[in-house]
């Protein structure tokens, strides 16, 4: 896993929906109206429903590259975007390697101290929800459903960027990888969140941006929505096709 918890991949693809063919191949399709219609019926069926945060609800792994760049800058070392997104992929000890390349020195906790001090900074600030998310946590909220948040990002992130954008208030609860004791290839988070709103796996319906996420959810009976997100589009259709179903835009259910 990398040093920011969540994929950060880069790859832009078009707004479809994924239908196969008589031989079972998969095609991209643009989503129509009856087709948004059944995915509104279809999640509408769920009590409680649960999002995890980066790349899903807010529009934040591009930041994480600029902070890499910050740390680059503020050392006088300018990187190519090439080089900026293998950075990005790095674990912490790869980085300080990396670092250490351009005759930049840092310890662990030196650089933890310092990137947490950018991201905080942004998450209470930059970052904004991705289209469609307050409206359709409005929507949830009008209907009565139980909205949790299961994220890699610590309380300290979660907090501000939910805050700032005005949508903190619509969620019952939060819980996060280091609550669970277990990243997002295993579905402790997921469990978590249930049993903390009270609901059966089978009653839940959890959104994600990432393959890992999206498979452990559904491994415990929960109905699984796969968020398009730029920096997980190389697993893109792998996504689609684990996911009980995909959207591109949070628009598509409102």
Known sequence: ?????ELRRKRLRSPTMLRRDKSGTAQNVEIGDGDRNQMKKTTAKYEYVLFDLDGTLIDSNGVWKEIDRLI??????SLSNTELNAAAAMNYSDFLGFLRSYGIAYTLDELKSELDGYAVIKYSSEIKLKSGVKEYLDKLKKAGKRIFLATASPEKLYAPVLKN?????????????EEAGAEKD??????????????????????EDILSGIKSAKSVGMFTVGVYDSCSADEADSIKNAADMYIMDFKELL
């Open 1 to 5: 896993i990398s040093k920011w918890q």
């Open 186 to 207: 295993c579905p402790d988070i997921y469990l978590l969140a249930a049993k903390k709103s009270g609901a059966e796996p089978h009653n839940c319906a959890v959104f």
């Open 165 to 177: 954008n005005g949508v903190y208030g619509y969620f019952d609860g939060f819980v996060t990888t």
């Open 72 to 77: 680059f800058e503020k050392n006088n070392v």
